[in-house]
T-cell receptor, first 114, second 116 residues
Framework: EAGVTQSPTHLIKTRGQQATLRCSPISGHTSVYWYQQALGLGLQFLLWYDEGEERNRGNFPPRFSGRQFPNYSSELNVNALELEDSALYLC?????????????FGPGTRLTVT | GEDVEQSLFLSVREGDSSVINCTYTDSSSTYLYWYKQEPGAGLQLLTYIFSNMDMKQDQRLTVLLNKKDKHLSLRIADTQTGDSAIYFCAESTGGESAGNNRKLIWGLGTSLAVNP
C-alpha cells in the first residue's frame, strides 16, 4: 500500500513569491493535515481538511491556505512568502477525524525562502 | 494555554533503558501520542494511550500516564542504535465533545542518541 506522498521534495522561492505544496493521502483516508516544522519550534499545526472541507486551522496568518480535492488529495498555498516561512512542511492523513485515529505522515516538502 | 513540553536531548548507552518524559496542560486531553522521526524520514506513530489508562505496554515500549500530574513518559527497554531518533509527544485537545475544535498539540521533540 502506498504511503502519503508529497511534492515537491524541495522548493526554493524568494521573498514575496507564492509556494504551492501538494499531498496525496493514503488510499481510503479522508482527512489530511498540514504541519510546519521549523527549526526549534517543533511541529506546528496548520490546517485540517476532511471530506473536502477545512475543519480547523492553527495560528497562522491567512496567507497560508489550502484546499482538498474530491480525490482527497490536498494543496497548501503560501502567499507573500517571508524568510521565516522556511521550514519542513509535513502532510499527514488519517481514516477520519483527528482524535483517536493514527496520522500517517509523508516525507515532507522542504521550503527555503531566500 | 495549550502546551506540551519535553526535554530536548537524551543520551543513553546501547542496551540501557531510555525514558523520555513529557508534560501537557490540557486536562481534557483524550489521547496522548508518541511519534518517532528518524533522520530524513517522516513521522511514525509509535504508540498512543487513551486518557483513562495508566499504562500501556507494547514489546519494548512502555507508556506511563499520570493524569493528575499531566505527565506522560515513554520507556524503551534494551535501547538499540536504531532507536536513535527524535521522539515527539502530542496530545489531542478539546475532549470528545469539541468537534472540529479538537487538534493535536505537539512537543518540540526529544532527540535520543544511543551510544554503542
Amino acid at each position: 500500500e502506498a504511503g502519503v506522498t508529497q511534492s515537491p521534495t524541495h522548493l526554493i522561492k524568494t521573498r514575496g513569491q507564492q509556494a504551492t505544496l501538494r499531498c496525496s493521502p493514503i488510499s481510503g483516508h479522508t482527512s489530511v493535515y498540514w504541519y510546519q516544522q521549523a527549526l526549534g519550534l517543533g511541529l506546528q499545526f496548520l490546517l485540517w481538511y476532511d471530506e473536502g472541507e477545512e475543519r480547523n486551522r492553527g495560528n497562522f496568518p491567512p496567507r497560508f491556505s489550502g484546499r482538498q480535492f474530491p480525490n482527497y488529495s490536498s494543496e497548501l498555498n503560501v502567499n507573500a512568502l517571508e524568510l521565516e516561512d522556511s521550514a519542513l512542511y509535513l502532510c499527514a492523513s488519517s481514516f477520519g477525524g483527528q482524535v483517536g485515529y493514527e496520522q500517517y505522515f509523508g516525507p515532507g516538502t522542504r521550503l527555503t525562502v531566500t | 494555554g495549550e502546551d506540551v513540553e519535553q526535554s530536548l536531548f537524551l543520551s543513553v548507552r546501547e542496551g540501557d533503558s531510555s525514558v523520555i518524559n513529557c508534560t501537557y496542560t490540557d486536562s481534557s486531553s483524550t489521547y496522548l501520542y508518541w511519534y518517532k522521526q528518524e533522520p530524513g524520514a517522516g513521522l511514525q506513530l509509535l504508540t498512543y494511550i487513551f486518557s483513562n489508562m495508566d499504562m500501556k505496554q507494547d514489546q519494548r515500549l512502555t507508556v506511563l500516564l499520570n493524569k493528575k500530574d499531566k505527565h506522560l513518559s515513554l520507556r524503551i527497554a534494551d535501547t538499540q542504535t536504531g532507536d536513535s531518533a527524535i521522539y515527539f509527544c502530542a496530545e489531542s485537545t478539546g475532549g470528545e465533545s469539541a468537534g472540529n475544535n479538537r487538534k493535536l498539540i505537539w512537543g518540540l521533540g526529544t532527540s535520543l542518541a544511543v551510544n554503542p
